[in-house]
C-alpha cells in the first residue's frame, strides 16, 4: 500500500514551474441573468425608448437590458461561430454601455455595486480587462460591504498578481484570508497568498501560508498524513500535487538556513510525513540522494519512533543503497536498526506493521554484519580487522536477538561462529556454532555447524592450559560429537566423530558415559562394520574397566570374530579376554565356586598371549582344584606346573606344597609324603625341619616303616629342639622296636629320650615332659622285669645279693621316674615301688629253703625270713598308703587304684571297703 | 436245598405256629375262669457306669525286669527295660535300667539315665546316691560328698550311710564323720546281712582315730 501509494505520486506533475501558475485559475463562477431569448433585448430596448418618452425610466429596465445583453453575449463569445461570436462582442459592448449609462442616470443607486460588478465582468468578457480592474477598484473602494466584496477583491489580487503586482496582490489576497474566509475564494486566495509570498521572496512565510492550505485539505480528508487520499478528485490532486511542489520549493530554498523540522516545531501537523516524503522526492528528482535521504531521516528528530518514521526513515536508507558504503549509509542502517528493532517499541507495532519491518530490519542488519564481516576479512584492513569483526559480531548478535523468525536466521548464526573462528576465539566460536546447529531451525548451514562445533572445541582444547577448563571443554566437545553423530548420522565422519567422544570419555575414565554411547551404536543397524569393530573393542574395554568381567568377556569375543584384526591387534584382544577370564575366575573364586573358578582360569591360561597370566593363572586353576577337593584335576595341572616352569622357584616351590597337600588330601599319604620330602631337601634350614617332620609324619600314616623310621631318626639326629617333637620322634623309634620285641633298641631309644630330656630341659615343656616321664617309667618296668626274673635260691646269700643289687636299680629307676612332674607317671612309679617292695618281702618268704634243716629250723628259718621280709612289707605299705592318700588332694588315677588295690590284700580292714547298691526299685 | 435257601422263612413259620397253639390255649383258659388284673411294675433300667481301667504297662514291664535282676538275667532285664523306654517316657523303667548299668559298670549309661530322671525328679535318693558313687568312681571326691548330703536331706536310707562313711573314711580321710555313719548303719542292723564285717571296720577305725590324735 505504502510503495504503491509512493509510486503513483507523480514526480512529474511536482515539478515547479512559475509559469505553470498562469494557467491555474480559480474557478469563478460570474452570477448571470436569466436572459431567454436574444429578442428579449429587442423588447427591452424597446421597452427603454418607450421609458424614456414617458420619463418613467427608473433605470430598472436599462439594467434588465445591459444584464440580457450580457448573458447572451457570453454564450456568444464561448461560440466557436465567427458571426455569433461577433454578435457576442457587440452585445457586450451593448452591456458595457448600458452599465455605464446606469452609473451615469443612477449615480447614487444603493444598488450601483452590482453594476460596477456587472461591468466590470463584461470587460473582461470582452478583453477589457484594464476597465475591469478599475471598475473594481471603484466598487472595493465604494462598497466595501457590498456582497460582491470577497469576490471583487479576489479579483483585484488576481489582477495584480499577473500584472506581477506582488505585493498588492499578497495584501488583497491575505484580506480575504483575514476576513472572507468562509467564502469560495478563500482557498484560493490562500493559494495564491502564498504563491505572492514567494514572488515577494518570503519563502518561510509561504510554507506557512500553504500549510494552512494542507490543513483544509487534511481537514476534507483529501489527504491523509502519509499521502494523498484514493477518493480525491483527479483536480484537486493537480492542485494538492501543485501545493506540495511549491512547499518543496519554498523549504528547498532555504534548507541551508531552515531545516524542514522548523515549520513544524510550533505547530504539529498530522500530515508532516507527507511533506517530509514530497520534499525527499523532490530532491531526489534533483538528483540530490544525500540531501533526500537526510529529509526522510529528519523526520525523525522531531517525532517518536514510530511506523510511519520507521517507513521514512526506511526510504532515506533504501535511497542511499548504492555501493560503495558511505558513512551516512552505515550510520543510517545502524539508526534504523538500532531504533526500530527495539522490543519496546516494535511491540506497539500492529501484526501487519510488524510483518512488513522486521525483514527489512533484518535486511539492513544483515547487511551491516556481512559488511564489516567482509571488511575484516579484507587483507588490506587487517589492521582495523579486529574492530571490523567485533563490529560485525555486535550485528550479527543483534540479529540472532531480534530476528529469531528470519529466513536468514541460521545463516546468520553460523555467520557469528564464523567471526570467531577467524579471530582464533575458539570456545565462543563452538558455543556460537554449536547454537547455529542444535539450537535452532534447520538451514543449509546446519550440518556444517556441527562440524566445526566440534572442530572449534578440539581447536580450544588445544589453546587450553588450565586442567578445569580442559575438563569443561572437553566435555562439550563430547556432547557435540554425541549431538552431531545423533543429527547427522549418514555423514562419512560422524563414526570417526562418535568415536573419538567415546574415547575421549574412556580415557577419563567415565565408563558409564562411555557405554552410554557405544552401546546403542552397536544396537543400530547403521553403525558401519568398521566403527563396529572399533565400538565393540571399546565397549569390551570399558566393561573389563567397570569390574564387569562377564560382560567385557562377550564383546572380547565379539571383538576377536574380526577376519580383519592385525596380529598386534589381535594378541592384544585375547590378552584381554584372558584377563577377563581371570577376573571373572576371581570373582568365581570369591564366591567359593572352585571349580568354575579353575576352568576360568585354565581358559586365561589357554588364551593369553602373556607367559606371565599363563604361569599365574594355570597355577591358580591347580589351586582351584584343590580348594574344590578335585585332587586329582589339581595334581594333573600341578605337574603341568612343574614341567612348564621350573625356573620360577617360588611358585615351583609352591606348586610342589600344593601337590602334597592334594596327594594328602586325595588320601594318597605315599606321594603326599614323597612331595614333602623332596620339598624339605629343597628348602631353608628352617623349613626343611617342618617339612621333614611332616615328611616323617606322612610316612607313619602311610605304614611306610623303612621311610618313617629313617625320616624320624633323621629329624631325632639333626632336631634335638623343639623338644617335644625330638623326643616323639624317639619314642616312634622306641614303640616300633617294641612291636619286634627289640627290647635292647627300645631300651636304647627310651634312654635317648630321658637323657635328651634331661640335656634340655630348659627347652622342655609339658608333654616332652610327660614323654620322658612315660620313657623313664618304662626303663623302671624293664628293671623291674629283671629284678623279677632273679629267683632267691639256695645259696641265699648269693642269689639274695643279686636280686638286692636288681632291687637298688629297680628302685632307683623308678624313684628317677617320680622326679617328672607328670601325676599319672609319678603315680604308678610310685605303685611300683611299693610293689617291688611288698615282691622283696614276698619272695624272701618264698625262697627256696635249704633242704638239710629239721622241722625245728625250718620254723626257726621261717621267722628268720619273716623278720628279714617284714620291714619290707612295711615299706610297701607306706608306699601304698601314701600314693592312695593323693584322693585328699583330689587325685585318682591308675596308680592310685592299683596302689588301692594292693592295700585291699595288705591292711584289709581298712581298704577293702566297697560301696553298696541297690538292685532295683520295685514300682 | 430249599431249606438251606431260606432258614429264616422257616424259623418264622414255626414262630406263628407257637403262637396260634399259645391262642388257643389262652381261649381254652378263658372260658373256664375270669381273668384277674394283674399289676405290672415297671421296669426299672439301671444305668451302668462304664468302668474306665487304667492299664499300666510299664508296671508289667518292670515287674517283669526287676524278676530277671532278682534271676541276675540283668543283660535279658536291661533289654526289656531299654525297649519298653524307647516308646515310653517312664522313670520307674529309667531307675532300673540305670541301677543295671551300674550294676555292671556301664557308669556313664548309669550317669546319663540318673541325671534324666533327675531332671524331673530332683530329690530322689536312690538317684542321688548312685550319682555320688559314679562321682567317687570318676575321682570326683567332692562332689561326691555333696551328692551324698543331698541323698541324705531326702532319705535315711541306711545305705546312704555306708557308702558316704566309705567315701569319708577312704578317700577324703574324715574319720570322725566317717565313723559317726558307719555307727549310723550299724544301728540299722543291716551289717550283718550284707556280710559286712561292719565291727572291724569301726574297731579300725577307732584305732586310727586314736592314733591320729
Known amino acids: 500500500m505504502l510503495l504503491s501509494a509512493c509510486s503513483s505520486f507523480n514526480q512529474e506533475k511536482l515539478k515547479p514551474s512559475l509559469g505553470d501558475i498562469k494557467t491555474i485559475q480559480p474557478a469563478i463562477e460570474y452570477s448571470s441573468a436569466n436572459i431567454s431569448e436574444v429578442d428579449l433585448i429587442k423588447s ?31 454564450d456568444d463569445l464561448l461560440s466557436e461561430d465567427e458571426l455569433i461570436i461577433k454578435r457576442g462582442k457587440i452585445l457586450s459592448n451593448e452591456a458595457i454601455l448600458g452599465y455605464n449609462d446606469y452609473l451615469k442616470q443612477f449615480p447614487n ?34 462598497y466595501p460591504n457590498s456582497k460582491y466584496i470577497s469576490e471583487t477583491k479576489f479579483r483585484i489580487a488576481e489582477s495584480y498578481f499577473s500584472n506581477g503586482v506582488y505585493p498588492e496582490a499578497k495584501e488583497y489576497y491575505k484580506n480575504i484570508i483575514d476576513h472572507h474566509a468562509d467564502t469560495k475564494f478563500y482557498r484560493n486566495s490562500l493559494y495564491k497568498y502564498a504563491w505572492s509570498l514567494i514572488k515577494n521572496n518570503d519563502n518561510e512565510a509561504s510554507v506557512y501560508a500553504f500549510l494552512k492550505l494542507v490543513d483544509l485539505y487534511y481537514q476534507d480528508g483529501s489527504i491523509t498524513e502519509t499521502t494523498i487520499a484514493q477518493t480525491t478528485s483527479d483536480s484537486e490532486k493537480t492542485l494538492i500535487y501543485d501545493v506540495l511542489r511549491a512547499i518543496n520549493l519554498s523549504i528547498n530554498y532555504d534548507l541551508e538556513k531552515v531545516k524542514i523540522n522548523h515549520y ?13 516524503e514530497s520534499l525527499a522526492l523532490y530532491l531526489n528528482n534533483k538528483n540530490r540522494v544525500n540531501d533526500a535521504a537526510s529529509i526522510y531521516f529528519s523526520y525523525l528528530e522531531d517525532n517518536e519512533p514510530s511506523y510511519v518514521s520507521f517507513k521514512l526513515f526506511n526510504k532515506g536508507v533504501t535511497l542511499l543503497k548504492p555501493t560503495p558504503f558511505t558513512e551516512l549509509y552505515l550510520k543510517s542502517k545502524k539508526a534504523i536498526v538500532t531504533i526500530y528493532s527495539k522490543p519496546s517499541l516494535f511491540k506497539k507495532f500492529n501484526l501487519q506493521q510488524k510483518t512488513l519491518t522486521r525483514p527489512i530490519l533484518a535486511r539492513h542488519d544483515y547487511e551491516l554484519a556481512t559488511y564489516y564481516h567482509a571488511l575484516a576479512q579484507t587483507p588490506s584492513k587487517k589492521r582495523l580487522s579486529k574492530s571490523h569483526f567485533q563490529l560485525a559480531e555486535k550485528w550479527y548478535s543483534l540479529f540472532l536477538k531480534r530476528f529469531s523468525g528470519s529466513p536468514r536466521y541460521g545463516e546468520v548464526s553460523f555467520l557469528l561462529a564464523e567471526t570467531f573462528t577467524e579471530r582464533q576465539l575458539y570456545l565462543q566460536a563452538a558455543k556460537h556454532y554449536r547454537f547455529s546447529s ?107 574397566n567397570q569390574q564387569h568381567y562377564l560382560k567385557a568377556n562377550i564383546y572380547y569375543v565379539v571383538a576377536l570374530k574380526s577376519t580383519s584384526l592385525s596380529q598386534q591387534n589381535k594378541q592384544d584382544l585375547n590378552s584381554k579376554l584372558a584377563e577377563s577370564y581371570y577376573q571373572l575366575a576371581n570373582q568365581a573364586k570369591d564366591n567359593n565356586q572352585h571349580t568354575k573358578a579353575a576352568r576360568l582360569y585354565l581358559k586365561a591360561n589357554k588364551i593369553s598371549p602373556v607367559t606371565q597370566v599363563r604361569k599365574i593363572a594355570l597355577y591358580d586353576a591347580a589351586n582351584q582344584y584343590l580348594v574344590a577337593k578335585d585332587w586329582e584335576s589339581s595334581i594333573s595341572l600341578l605337574k603341568r606346573f612343574k614341567n612348564q616352569y621350573k625356573n620360577d622357584k617360588k611358585l615351583y616351590r609352591g606348586a610342589q606344597e600344593k601337590m602334597a597337600l592334594a596327594y594328602r588330601s586325595a588320601g594318597n599319604t605315599q606321594q603326599a609324603a614323597l612331595a614333602v620330602l623332596a620339598l624339605a631337601n629343597n628348602s631353608s634350614p628352617k623349613l626343611k625341619q617342618a617339612l621333614l617332620w611332616e615328611a616323617a609324619t606322612l610316612f607313619y600314616k602311610d605304614g611306610n616303616t623303612t621311610q618313617y623310621l629313617k625320616t624320624y631318626d633323621d629329624y631325632a639326629r639333626l632336631y634335638p629342639l623343639p623338644l617335644e617333637r625330638s623326643l616323639k620322634a624317639r619314642l616312634v623309634i622306641a614303640d616300633y622296636n617294641l612291636t619286634k620285641n627289640n627290647i635292647v633298641a627300645r631300651k636304647s ?19 616332652a615332659n610327660k614323654i620322658a616321664a612315660n620313657a623313664s617309667l618304662n626303663l623302671a618296668q624293664y628293671a623291674l622285669q629283671d629284678y623279677k626274673s632273679i ?10 645279693t643279686k636280686k638286692k643289687k636288681a632291687l637298688k636299680v629297680t628302685i632307683k629307676q623308678f624313684s628317677n621316674t617320680l622326679k617328672y612332674a607328670d601325676p599319672k607317671t609319678q603315680t604308678l612309679a610310685t605303685y611300683g615301688l611299693g610293689e617291688i617292695y611288698r615282691d622283696f618281702a614276698s619272695s624272701l618268704l618264698k625262697s627256696e629253703r635249704p633242704k638239710n634243716l629239721n622241722d625245728d629250723e625250718q620254723e626257726e628259718y621261717g621267722y628268720l625270713l619273716e623278720d628279714q621280709a617284714f620291714p619290707f612289707e612295711e615299706k610297701a605299705i607306706k608306699i601304698h598308703k601314701r600314693n592312695f592318700s593323693n584322693t585328699q588332694k583330689g587325685l585318682y588315677n591308675e596308680g592310685i587304684k592299683l596302689s588301692h588295690q594292693s592295700l585291699r590284700t595288705l591292711l584289709p580292714f581298712q581298704y577293702d571297703k566297697k560301696e553298696i547298691s541297690t538292685p532295683y526299685v520295685a514300682p | 436245598m430249599i431249606k438251606k435257601k ?10 406263628k405256629l407257637t403262637a396260634t397253639s399259645l391262642c388257643v390255649a389262652l381261649a381254652s383258659c378263658q372260658s373256664v375262669q375270669a381273668p384277674k388284673p394283674v399289676t405290672i411294675k415297671p421296669i426299672i433300667v439301671k444305668t451302668v457306669k462304664p468302668v474306665s481301667v487304667k492299664i499300666d504297662k510299664g508296671l508289667n514291664v518292670i515287674n517283669s525286669a526287676i524278676e530277671l535282676v532278682k534271676s541276675k538275667q540283668l543283660n535279658n532285664a536291661q533289654l526289656v527295660l531299654k525297649g519298653y523306654l524307647e516308646g515310653h517316657d517312664d522313670n520307674r523303667a529309667r531307675l532300673n535300667l540305670a541301677l543295671i548299668y551300674f550294676k555292671t559298670k556301664q557308669f556313664i549309661l548309669a550317669k546319663g539315665l540318673l541325671q534324666t530322671i533327675q531332671q524331673s525328679d530332683r530329690h530322689n535318693s536312690i538317684v542321688l546316691e548312685h550319682l555320688a558313687i559314679i562321682a567317687r568312681h570318676e575321682g570326683q571326691f567332692k562332689k561326691a560328698k555333696r551328692l551324698y548330703l543331698q541323698a541324705l536331706e531326702n532319705s535315711d536310707r541306711p545305705s546312704i550311710h555306708l557308702n558316704y562313711a566309705i567315701l569319708l573314711d577312704l578317700y577324703l580321710n574324715q574319720l570322725d564323720e566317717a565313723l559317726k555313719h558307719y555307727t549310723l548303719y550299724q544301728e540299722t542292723g543291716l551289717a550283718a546281712n550284707k556280710d559286712i564285717p561292719l565291727d572291724k571296720w569301726i574297731a579300725d577305725l577307732n584305732r586310727r582315730i586314736k592314733r591320729n590324735q
Not at chain 1, 430596448?45 to 457570453?74: F, V
Not at chain 1, 553423530?485 to 577419563?508: C, G, T
Open chain 1, 264 to 276: 513544524f516545531k510550533q505547530n504539529k501537523k498530522p500530515y508532516e510525513p507527507l511533506i517530509y
Open chain 1, 438 to 544: 542444535y539450537q535452532i531451525k534447520k538451514h543449509k548451514k546446519s550440518q556444517e555447524a556441527g562440524y566445526a562445533t566440534i572442530l572449534s572445541y578440539q581447536n580450544a582444547l588445544a589453546q587450553q592450559h588450565k586442567d578445569d577448563e580442559k575438563y569443561h571443554i572437553e566435555q562439550q566437545l563430547i556432547q557435540s560429537s554425541i549431538d552431531y553423530h545423533a543429527s547427522y548420522p549418514a555423514d562419512k565422519r560422524s563414526d570417526d566423530i562418535i568415536y573419538n567422544a567415546s574415547s575421549r570419555l574412556y580415557d577419563d575414565k567415565r565408563y558409564d558415559d562411555t557405554l552410554a554411547i557405544l552401546l546403542p551404536l552397536i544396537d543400530s543397524q547403521s553403525t558401519s562394520q568398521k566403527l563396529l569393530q572399533k565400538v565393540t573393542e571399546l565397549t569390551a574395554h570399558s566393561f573389563f
Open chain 1, 109 to 142: 443607486k444603493p444598488n450601483n455595486d452590482e453594476i460596477l460588478y456587472q461591468l466590470a465582468k463584461v470587460y473582461d468578457i470582452n478583453g477589457d480587462l484594464k476597465n475591469a480592474f478599475k471598475t473594481l477598484l471603484i466598487l472595493d473602494k465604494k
Open chain 1, 44 to 74: 427591452y430596448k424597446e421597452l427603454l425608448k418607450i421609458a424614456k418618452k414617458e420619463n418613467q425610466d427608473d433605470g430598472a429596465t436599462l439594467k434588465r437590458l445591459s444584464d440580457i445583453s450580457l448573458e447572451h453575449s457570453i
Open chain 2, 6 to 15: 431260606y432258614p429264616r422263612l422257616m424259623l418264622h413259620l414255626n414262630l
Open chain 1, 791 to 800: 629267683n632267691l635260691s639256695v645259696p641265699l646269700k648269693k642269689s639274695l
Open chain 1, 749 to 767: 631309644w627310651l634312654k635317648s629320650i630321658v637323657n635328651n630330656e634331661h640335656k634340655y630341659t630348659k627347652n622342655s615343656n609339658q608333654d
